[in-house]
């Protein structure tokens, strides 16, 4: 069975430019959750999804992220427009909703420069 | 803010000897996870505890949930090369065990000297 995966692996893009974060998570986990480590620091909480529906955004930095869920199936994160400290690793996670294991993605590093 | 307190930042042993890290935190926590992230991967879960005072072993790792709630700490026997990696404790706050939502350490560096 196919972990978590994400896409792309690494972005390199300029401070003002988009940048559109992929994850497809593991095939009927209906939670999904978005994570980001600034590097040397913990990882982050952004928010979490229960099929489409957005559970928690309290992480959600500011208006420049949105996150999507159509489907409820794979995620996109967005980020527009980017700014320099918006760099570093997002990670993205799925659950089942009887399990307390969360299985996470190997990460996009975004770098802004 | 940073909610969890996890130390050292970094350790550099040599193969064989033990380690220990450990986590803190103002705040009771329900459940206790430690993770270890290889280069270029994301976090897998190496031991899950959900009550005070556990003690829970996965090979050569043991971890305890403090009895206070509010600490963890993770040791690691026999060190060897491939136990190099970036190790992570997170918790669960009381009232969000149902939602799954992750509060994490900064992480603690380990390399391994064979």
């Known amino acids: 069975e196919a972990g978590v995966t994400q896409f792309p692996s690494h972005s390199v893009i300029e401070k003002g430019q988009t940048v559109t974060l992929r994850c497809d998570p593991i095939s009927g986990h209906d939670n999904l959750y978005w994570y980001r480590r600034v590097m040397g620091k913990e990882i982050k909480f952004l928010l979490h999804f229960v099929k489409e529906s957005k559970q928690d955004e309290s992480g959600m930095p500011n208006n420049r992220f949105l996150a999507e869920r159509t489907g409820g199936t794979y995620s996109t994160l967005k980020v527009q427009p980017a700014e320099l400290e918006d760099s570093g690793v997002y990670f993205c996670?799925?659950?089942?909703?009887?399990?307390?294991?969360?299985?996470f993605g190997q990460g996009t590093r975004l770098t802004v420069v | 803010g940073q909610q969890l307190n996890q130390s050292p930042q970094s350790m550099f042993i040599q193969e064989g000897e033990d380690v220990s890290m450990n986590c803190t935190s103002s705040s009771i926590f329900n459940t206790w996870l430690w993770y270890k992230q290889d280069p270029g991967e994301g976090p897998v879960l190496l031991i899950a505890l959900y009550k005070a005072g556990e003690l829970t072993s996965n090979g050569r790792l043991t971890a305890q949930f403090g009895i206070t709630r509010k600490d963890s700490f993770l040791n690691i026997s026999a060190s060897i090369p491939s136990d190099v990696g970036i190790y992570f404790c997170?918790?669960?706050?009381?009232?969000?065990?149902?939602?799954?939502?992750?509060?994490f350490g900064q992480g603690t560096t380990l390399q391994v000297k064979p």
């Open positions: 996670a799925s659950r089942l909703s009887w399990s307390t294991e969360a299985f």
């Open positions: 997170a918790g669960q706050r009381v009232g969000s065990s149902n939602t799954g939502k992750l509060i």
